[in-house]
């Protein structure tokens, strides 16, 4: 089973050279301003404001939020991680960042999408999974893949803890099973990103290795 895992933590940047705090510190208000710069581009007749949340697991999280002139208020994050791989890799970033806002406002013009209200307690954390993500992923993964058995399903991962696998039926060797654990997936949902999209582009990754896709 191979898990895949797109978010990581700040250690992920600090192995990369094994930067001091300070030199640490740059990066992250660097990407920061960065991130300030390309959506103010994109959204040049909007507000844009950012901040960065240091989490626990997960190391800098960088948020934004636009208001639009006809009062929507919309907000989403970013990981430390991909943040970086854009700025060093994206010919295009501030396309990629807005292109979530985009997404956010399809539908919804006018109206609130700000961040979620993370669950209190391991009852809410529970329901979030149970009731929302899981049955959300599964549709969206069926649908993206109408031509093929798609299984979805809870196990328990030794290293990574409670995680939702899928896979297809007709694929039964080698990388088989894409894996992301439960909190990802709710770090997703929290900060008002698609949390089936990284189980889409690993579904899609196992298609061109078993040559599905020929």
């Given at each position: 089973m191979t898990t895949e895992n797109n978010v990581s933590n700040s250690n992920d940047t600090q192995e990369q050279g094994n930067p001091s705090e300070a030199e640490f510190?740059?990066?992250?208000?660097?990407?920061?301003?960065?991130?300030?710069?390309?959506?103010?581009?994109?959204?040049?007749?909007?507000?844009?404001?950012?901040?960065?949340?240091?989490?626990?697991?997960?190391?800098?999280?960088?948020?934004?939020?636009?208001?639009?002139?006809?009062?929507?208020?919309?907000?989403?994050?970013?990981?430390?991680?991909?943040?970086?791989?854009?700025?060093?890799?994206?010919?295009?970033?501030?396309?990629w960042m807005s292109s979530f806002f985009f997404d956010l406002m399809e539908g919804n013009e006018g109206k609130d999408k700000l961040?979620?209200?993370?669950?209190?307690?391991?009852?809410?954390?529970?329901?979030?999974?149970?009731?929302?993500?899981?049955?959300?992923?599964?549709?969206?993964?069926?649908?993206?893949?109408?031509?093929?058995?798609?299984?979805?399903?809870?196990?328990?991962?030794?290293?990574?803890?409670?995680?939702?696998?899928?896979?297809?039926?007709?694929?039964?060797?080698?990388?088989?099973?894409?894996?992301?654990?439960?909190?990802?997936?709710?770090?997703?949902?929290?900060?008002?990103?698609?949390?089936?999209?990284?189980?889409?582009?690993?579904?899609?990754?196992?298609?061109?290795?078993?040559?599905?896709?020929?």
């Amino acid at each position: 089973m191979t898990t895949e895992n797109n978010v990581s933590n700040s250690n992920d940047t600090q192995e990369q050279g094994n930067p001091s705090e300070a030199e640490f510190r740059q990066v992250v208000q660097a990407l920061h301003e960065n991130g300030l710069k390309a959506l103010r581009f994109k959204f040049e007749d909007e507000q844009v404001d950012g901040q960065v949340l240091n989490h626990e697991v997960y190391g800098p999280i960088f948020t934004f939020k636009i208001e639009t002139k006809d009062g929507g208020k919309y907000a989403t994050g970013f990981f430390m991680r991909e943040l970086l791989h854009t700025f060093q890799n994206n010919d295009d970033p501030a396309l990629w960042m807005s292109s979530f806002f985009f997404d956010l406002m399809e539908g919804n013009e006018g109206k609130d999408k700000l961040l979620p209200m993370p669950p209190q307690s391991e009852d809410e954390a529970k329901a979030l999974i149970d009731n929302v993500i899981v049955p959300y992923c599964a549709k969206t993964l069926r649908e993206e893949f109408p031509n093929d058995q798609v299984y979805v399903d809870l196990d328990l991962h030794e290293e990574h803890g409670p995680v939702l696998e899928a896979g297809f039926t007709a694929v039964t060797d080698g990388n088989n099973i894409c894996a992301l654990p439960l909190h990802v997936l709710i770090a997703h949902f929290l900060l008002n990103r698609d949390p089936a999209e990284p189980m889409v582009q690993g579904l899609y990754r196992i298609r061109e290795e078993h040559g599905m896709d020929a």
